[in-house]
């Protein structure tokens, strides 16, 4: 059973930093594409970070150069490091896994940033 735990958000203000968690179980994180999805009030789900079983890493243009995601394959544990953060920032948070046919999400952690 995949189960998917994030952590770490909280309040923060203009300009600083975060280093979120995403904790799977029932799958290994070394050989699965993990994501980072964010959701703002009033707005749609929209895709922040990936990364593969390889450890290949792709950011969106809106996050570029401020955050970079990672992974711990000893801990199963996938991270995003957002530096740099502007209220524009402000979301749940949201660990992804997906295999055919299905999606799997974390609970979600808040963030958001003060101006």
């Known amino acids: 059973q995949v189960q998917l735990v994030d952590s770490g958000g909280e309040l923060v203000q203009l300009g600083g930093s975060l280093r979120l968690s995403c904790a799977a179980s029932?799958?290994?994180?070394?050989?699965?594409?993990m994501a980072w999805y964010r959701q703002a009030p009033g707005k749609q789900r929209e895709f922040v970070a990936r990364?593969?079983?390889?450890?290949?890493?792709y950011t969106a243009d809106s996050v570029k150069g401020r955050f970079a995601i990672s992974k711990d394959g000893a801990e199963n544990t996938v991270y995003l490091q957002m530096n740099n953060l502007t209220p524009e920032d402000t979301a749940v948070y949201y660990c992804?896994?997906?295999?055919?046919?299905?999606?799997?999400w974390g609970l979600g952690t808040q963030v958001t940033v003060s101006s």
């Open positions: 990364i593969t079983g390889a450890g290949y890493s």
């Open positions: 992804n896994y997906n295999e055919p046919g299905r999606d799997y």
């Open positions: 029932g799958i290994s994180i070394s050989l699965s594409t």
